[in-house]
C-alpha cells in the first residue's frame, strides 16, 4: 500500500485554472488582514502550493479586480492587498466566542467544533489573538452529546405539529447522568435562560406547562400524536408572554406568578432590575431601603429572597412569608447542630 500523498501533492495540478478566482477570494479570506496584506507572488505560491494552480501574475490582478467589482471589500496599498471587509468583526467573534465558552448547554468536544468554525471566518491570525479558546475543557460544560441533535427534533416536531417522547435525567453521586422518568410532551419553544436551554412544552400526563434543561434530555423522538394547542394550557390562553417569562419566573418554576411584596436594601436594585425587569413598583422608604412589587412565581420567589436573604425581606403573600420563615429556621437548625 502507498503511504498518503500530503495535501500539496494529491492537490498539485489537479484544478483548472477557472478555479483560480474562487481560490484566491479563499486565500484572502485565510491569509490577509489589514496587517498582513498579500502580493501578488504570495498570493500565487498560496495557488500553487495548497491547489496546484500556476497563473501568471496578470491574471491575479485580474481576479482581485473582478472580485473588488462583486463587491467583496478589498484595498490595497503599498505592501500588496487584503480583505478588508468579513461578515463578522474580529470583536463579534469574540463575543460569541464567549457566549459559546460560558454556555454549560454545550459539551466541551462541541464548543471545540463552533469555536473553530467561528475563527474560520476571520484570517487565520485571528485564532492567535482568543488564546482562551484553548482552556474549554477547563469550564463547566455539559456532558450530553445528544444537545443539537434534540434541538433539531425539537424543532421539527413544532413544525410537524407533533408530540415527544424523552427520558428526562439527573445526576447521581457517581456524577453520571441517570434516567428518572419518560415524559411525553407538547413542545411549544426552546428558551435560553440562566445560561441554560429550555424545552418549554405540556407534560401531557400532568396537564400542566413545563420546563426541562435540554441538557438533561436523552432519546428523545417524534411520536404520532398530535400536538396540543398552546392555547388549551391553563395560564396560556393568549398565548406565550416572553416578558413575563423571562421576569415572573426567574429559576423557571411552573406555578402562576403572583404578587410579591419585599423591602430590600437600595444597594442591590441593580440586581433586582437584572432579574425582574424594569415593569416593577420600586419605593425608596429612606436613603438605605426600598419597597419594591414585582409579579413573581411563589416557588421562585422563595427561592430569590433565600439567595438574597441578607439584603431581602418579603411582607406579602403571607403563605410565601411562611414558607421563607420555615426554611430559614430549617437551615440554622442545620448549623447549630
Same mark, same amino acid.
Given at each position: 500500500?502507498?503511504?498518503?500523498?500530503?495535501?500539496?501533492?494529491?492537490?498539485?495540478?489537479?484544478?483548472?485554472?477557472?478555479?483560480?478566482?474562487?481560490?484566491?477570494?479563499?486565500?484572502?479570506?485565510?491569509?490577509?488582514?489589514?496587517?498582513?496584506?498579500?502580493?501578488?507572488?504570495?498570493?500565487?505560491?498560496?495557488?500553487?502550493?495548497?491547489?496546484?494552480?500556476?497563473?501568471? &501574475?496578470?491574471?491575479?490582478?485580474?481576479?482581485?479586480?473582478?472580485?473588488?467589482?462583486?463587491?467583496?471589500?478589498?484595498?490595497?496599498?503599498?505592501?500588496?492587498?487584503?480583505?478588508?471587509? &468579513?461578515?463578522?468583526?474580529?470583536?463579534?467573534?469574540?463575543?460569541?466566542?464567549?457566549?459559546?465558552?460560558?454556555?454549560?448547554?454545550?459539551?466541551?468536544?462541541?464548543?471545540?467544533?463552533?469555536?473553530?468554525?467561528?475563527?474560520?471566518?476571520?484570517? *487565520?491570525?485571528? &485564532?492567535?489573538?482568543? +488564546?482562551?479558546?484553548?482552556?474549554?475543557?477547563? #469550564?463547566?460544560?455539559?456532558?450530553?452529546?445528544?444537545?443539537?441533535?434534540?434541538?433539531?427534533?425539537?424543532?421539527?416536531?413544532?413544525?410537524?405539529?407533533?408530540?415527544? +417522547?424523552?427520558?428526562?435525567?439527573?445526576?447521581?453521586?457517581?456524577?453520571?447522568?441517570?434516567?428518572?422518568?419518560?415524559? +411525553?410532551?407538547?413542545?411549544?419553544?426552546?428558551?435560553?435562560?440562566?445560561?441554560?436551554?429550555?424545552? %418549554?412544552?405540556?407534560?401531557? +400526563?400532568?396537564?400542566?406547562?413545563?420546563?426541562?434543561? %435540554?441538557?438533561?434530555?436523552?432519546?428523545?423522538?417524534?411520536?404520532?400524536?398530535?400536538?396540543?394547542?398552546?392555547?388549551?394550557?391553563?395560564?396560556?390562553?393568549?398565548?406565550?408572554?416572553?416578558?413575563?417569562?423571562?421576569?415572573?419566573?426567574?429559576?423557571?418554576?411552573?406555578?402562576?406568578?403572583?404578587?410579591?411584596?419585599?423591602?430590600?436594601?437600595?444597594?442591590?436594585?441593580?440586581?433586582?432590575?437584572?432579574?425582574?425587569?424594569?415593569?416593577?413598583?420600586?419605593?425608596?422608604?429612606?436613603?438605605?431601603?426600598?419597597?419594591?412589587?414585582?409579579?413573581?412565581?411563589? %416557588?421562585?420567589?422563595?427561592? #430569590?429572597?433565600?439567595?438574597?436573604?441578607?439584603?431581602?425581606?418579603?411582607?406579602?403573600?403571607?403563605?410565601?412569608?411562611?414558607?421563607?420563615?420555615? *426554611?430559614?429556621?430549617?437551615?440554622?437548625?442545620?448549623?447549630?447542630?
Amino acid at each position: 500500500m502507498k503511504n498518503p500523498q500530503s495535501k500539496k501533492e494529491t492537490l498539485k495540478g489537479l484544478e483548472p485554472k477557472k478555479l483560480a478566482l474562487l481560490r484566491i477570494l479563499q486565500i484572502m479570506q485565510q491569509y490577509s488582514d489589514h496587517d498582513h496584506p498579500l502580493k501578488q507572488e504570495d498570493i500565487a505560491q498560496y495557488l500553487e502550493n495548497e491547489y496546484g494552480i500556476v497563473i501568471e &501574475r496578470k491574471a491575479i490582478s485580474r481576479n482581485i479586480s473582478l472580485l473588488k467589482e462583486a463587491g467583496f471589500e478589498i484595498e490595497s496599498c503599498r505592501a500588496g492587498s487584503y480583505l478588508d471587509e &468579513r461578515d463578522f468583526t474580529d470583536a463579534e467573534l469574540r463575543i460569541l466566542i464567549d457566549g459559546v465558552l460560558s454556555s454549560k448547554y454545550i459539551t466541551a468536544s462541541y464548543s471545540k467544533a463552533l469555536i473553530d468554525k467561528l475563527c474560520a471566518l476571520s484570517s *487565520r491570525y485571528f &485564532r492567535s489573538h482568543v +488564546r482562551h479558546i484553548h482552556s474549554v475543557g477547563d #469550564w463547566d460544560k455539559s456532558e450530553n452529546p445528544a444537545l443539537f441533535y434534540n434541538i433539531e427534533i425539537v424543532d421539527e416536531a413544532i413544525e410537524q405539529k407533533k408530540q415527544i +417522547r424523552f427520558d428526562y435525567n439527573q445526576y447521581g453521586a457517581d456524577k453520571k447522568l441517570h434516567r428518572t422518568t419518560t415524559h +411525553r410532551v407538547s413542545p411549544y419553544q426552546l428558551i435560553l435562560h440562566n445560561q441554560r436551554y429550555y424545552l %418549554m412544552c405540556k407534560s401531557e +400526563r400532568w396537564k400542566n406547562m413545563g420546563f426541562y434543561r %435540554m441538557d438533561r434530555i436523552t432519546n428523545m423522538a417524534i411520536t404520532e400524536q398530535k400536538l396540543t394547542p398552546v392555547s388549551s394550557v391553563e395560564g396560556y390562553k393568549k398565548g406565550i408572554n416572553y416578558k413575563e417569562l423571562a421576569t415572573a419566573l426567574p429559576y423557571m418554576y411552573t406555578d402562576k406568578p403572583v404578587r410579591v411584596d419585599f423591602i430590600a436594601a437600595a444597594q442591590i436594585v441593580d440586581q433586582i432590575i437584572d432579574w425582574f425587569g424594569k415593569d416593577i413598583r420600586v419605593q425608596p422608604l429612606d436613603e438605605n431601603q426600598l419597597k419594591v412589587t414585582v409579579k413573581a412565581s411563589p %416557588m421562585a420567589m422563595e427561592h #430569590w429572597a433565600l439567595q438574597y436573604a441578607g439584603y431581602v425581606t418579603v411582607t406579602a403573600p403571607a403563605d410565601l412569608v411562611n414558607n421563607i420563615k420555615a *426554611r430559614l429556621r430549617a437551615a440554622a437548625e442545620q448549623y447549630d447542630t
